[in-house]
C-alpha cells in the first residue's frame, strides 16, 4: 500500500523577519514498511517559538535545521501501521515528525499516550514541552514560596498560561504581562491570574508596578527587551527569574537591557534553560499537570490552524503574537 | 586623657559624578571611655566602589548614609586604650570605623588579627572584605572547572586579581580586563593572568575573542556595560557570571547591555551577589588566602594615599580606575 506524504520543508533562510516563501510544500510517496517500523498518521502538530531559532545558521539553543529538510516540530497521532511488537495499529502515540502528515519510525522517538482523559492535542501541549518547559522553569528556578509575586510574560501563550495557575496552586500572587485586553481577559478570566498588564497599553511600567505592590519575586520570562526592564526595576532582593524565551529578538535584532543593575543591588538570579536539556523532570511535571487537568483546576486554551498548508501562516502569526494560549496545527 | 579625633562626613550627596565638595573634614574631641570601651587608633583604611553606592539616597546595596555621618568603612588599627577585658592596649583589630583616626567600640565589630605573617593593612584588602568578595564569587557561583576559561574584568583591582590568582589555582585559563598597559602588564606579569585585555585598546570584543579562543565558561564581573556585552558575545553553554560590581554605573547611568540573548542561547547563569550576607564563608576564603600568601603564591598590590585628608581624592581616582590594586590611605 503506497502512502502519499505531503510535508512543508525549509526553502529558505528567513532574512530577519518570517515570510511565507521562508517555506516550500513537497508531496512524496511512503514506501512499505520495513521490519520493526511504525507508521503514524499526526493528527495534530505543534507550533513553537523556539522553531524561529532553528531557521537561522546561527548559534541557538536549537541547531539549524539544513534547508530542504521537513520544518521539524513535536506531532500527535495515530499508528496506522506497525512492523513493530510495541506498537499496535489505533495507539495514539507522540513524536517528533514535523511539519508532515506521516511519519515513520523504528519504534524510538515516539511514546505511547493515553487519550482517555485528556485529549490528544493537549500531548504536545500542556502535557508536552510546553507544560514541561513551564514547570521546570517555576519550580526548578524560581522555587516560588506562598505569597510571593511572581510575573509571567507572555501570560496568554502555551506556556506562560501553565506557569500562572502552577504558581496560584503554590499560593503565590501571579501577574500576566501580555498584548491586547483579549489577551488579558483569559488570563485573568480563564487562567485565574490575579491581574494581565497590556504591554500595548503604553503604560507598561506603571501598570506592573500598580499590579506588584510589593515588589517582584520571581519571573518567568519569554520576551525579554522592554517588558524585561519594566521588571527588573520591580524586582525584590534575591529575585530569581527564568528566562526561557526572548521572543523580543527572535529575528535576529539584539535585545537591550538598561536596567541591569538590578541583577547586582537585588541579588537576582538569572538563569536561562532549555527544557529538552532536563527530561528527567518531564515525568513530574507532566503528573503534576495532568492530574490538575482531569481534576479541572488547570485550564488550557488551543488556536487550531485547519491543514498542513495552513502551517506557515500560523507560524508567521505565532511569532507575532497572535495565538491565545497554544498554537496548533489540525492535520486530520 | 583627651583625645582629638579627626573625621571625614559625608557634606553632600553626589550629583552624579563624586567631587571633593561631597566630603567635610571635621575635628572632634572624644571623652574618658566607659567601661567596656576600647579605643583603637586607626592605621589604615579602606576605600571601595561600594561607598559609592552608600553616598546615594537611593535604593542600592548598601543602605544610603546620612549626611553628616562620617564615612563608613573598614579600618585596621591597634588599640591605644582598653576597657574592656578581651582587648589589650596593642592588640592589632580591623573593624568598620570609617574615614577618621579614632574608633570607639563596646567590644562589638572589631576583631583581633595575628600580623606576625601577614601585615596589617591586609586584613583590610585580601584578607578582609575584597578577598573574601573574590573566593565567594568565584568558588560559589562560578564554581570554576579545570581548564575552563574565566574572565574577569577590573583584574587590577583589589578583588579583581584575587579571582584571578585564585582560578589560576584551580588549573583555568584565566583573562583579565583592565584599564591601560600598565595595569595589564601587572595582571599578566605579576598576579600570573594568561593574558589581559586593555579595554580602553578600542578593540574590547576582538582582542577578548582572541584571548578566549575556547570561549569563556566562567566570568567574575565588576565593571557591566560594555565589557560585560563583550563577555556575554563570547561566552560557552552553562556559563555562569557571578556580578559583584557595575563600576560602569556608579554615577547613576543606567547601565545598558546588549548581547542579553546569550543568557537563553547559552543556558547562562547570571547571579548578583553581596559578600556582607555571607559571612559564613569568610573564615574558610581567608584561609585558603591567608595560606597562599604566607607561601608566596598569591600576590597583591596596594595603592596607598599618604593621610585622611587625601581620601576624598584617593577615592574619586578609584571611581575613575587610578588605582592598582587594593586602594588604601594610611593614617599613622
Known amino acids: 500500500?503506497?502512502?502519499?506524504?505531503?510535508?512543508?520543508?525549509?526553502?529558505?533562510?528567513?532574512?530577519?523577519?518570517?515570510?511565507?516563501?521562508?517555506?516550500?510544500?513537497?508531496?512524496?510517496?511512503?514506501?512499505?514498511?520495513?521490519?520493526?517500523?511504525?507508521?503514524?498518521?499526526?493528527?495534530?502538530?505543534?507550533?513553537?517559538?523556539?522553531?524561529?531559532?532553528?531557521?537561522?545558521?546561527?548559534?541557538?539553543?536549537?541547531?539549524?535545521?539544513?534547508?530542504?529538510?521537513?520544518?521539524?516540530?513535536?506531532?500527535?497521532?495515530?499508528?496506522?501501521?506497525?512492523?513493530?511488537?510495541?506498537?499496535?495499529?489505533?495507539?495514539?502515540?507522540?513524536?517528533?515528525?514535523?511539519?508532515?502528515?506521516?511519519g515513520l519510525s523504528d519504534g524510538r522517538g515516539i511514546t505511547k499516550i493515553d487519550t482517555s482523559k485528556i485529549p490528544m492535542s493537549a500531548f504536545i501541549g500542556v502535557m508536552g514541552m510546553p507544560g514541561a518547559t513551564a514547570w521546570y522553569g517555576l519550580n526548578r528556578i524560581i522555587d516560588p514560596k506562598p505569597g510571593e509575586t511572581i510575573v509571567v510574560s507572555a501570560a496568554a501563550g502555551a506556556v506562560g498560561a501553565v506557569v500562572g495557575q502552577l504558581a496560584k496552586f503554590k499560593a503565590c500572587r501571579v501577574v500576566g504581562v501580555a498584548g491586547g485586553a483579549e489577551k488579558c481577559q483569559l488570563v485573568t478570566e480563564t487562567f485565574g491570574f490575579d491581574a494581565c498588564i497590556d504591554y500595548k497599553a503604553g503604560r507598561l511600567y506603571e501598570d506592573l508596578a500598580a499590579a506588584t505592590p510589593d515588589g517582584i519575586d520571581g519571573n518567568f520570562e519569554n520576551v525579554g527587551g522592554p517588558v524585561l526592564d519594566a521588571v527588573l526595576r520591580r524586582m525584590n532582593g534575591f529575585g530569581r527569574i527564568a528566562v526561557c524565551g526572548l521572543i523580543a529578538g527572535y529575528n535576529g535584532e539584539d535585545i537591550a537591557l538598561k536596567s541591569t543593575r538590578s541583577i547586582l543591588v537585588n541579588r537576582l538570579k538569572v538563569q536561562g534553560f532549555i527544557i529538552s536539556e532536563h527530561l528527567g523532570d518531564w515525568p513530574k511535571a507532566h503528573a503534576e499537570i495532568g492530574q490538575a487537568i482531569i481534576e479541572g483546576r488547570l485550564l488550557y486554551k488551543e488556536t487550531v490552524a485547519e491543514g498542513l498548508e495552513q502551517a506557515p501562516e500560523a507560524f508567521i502569526g505565532l511569532l507575532q503574537g497572535k495565538n491565545l494560549g497554544k498554537q496548533l496545527v489540525k492535520l486530520i
Chains 1, 2 share one sequence.
Not at 534547508?67 to 513524536?95: K, W
Open 1 to 102: 500500500m503506497t502512502i502519499h506524504n505531503r510535508r512543508i520543508v525549509l526553502a529558505a533562510r528567513p532574512r530577519g523577519v518570517v515570510t511565507s516563501d521562508c517555506f516550500r510544500i513537497e508531496d512524496q510517496t511512503l514506501g512499505s514498511l520495513e521490519s520493526g517500523q511504525v507508521l503514524v498518521r499526526n493528527h495534530y502538530m505543534s507550533l513553537d517559538p523556539y522553531m524561529r531559532g532553528r531557521m537561522d545558521d546561527a548559534k541557538s539553543y536549537a541547531a539549524p535545521q539544513a534547508i530542504g529538510q521537513t520544518m521539524q516540530g513535536a506531532t500527535v497521532g495515530v499508528v496506522e501501521q506497525s512492523n513493530n511488537p510495541q506498537f499496535v495499529v489505533g495507539d495514539s502515540v507522540v513524536g517528533m515528525f514535523g511539519w508532515q502528515h506521516y
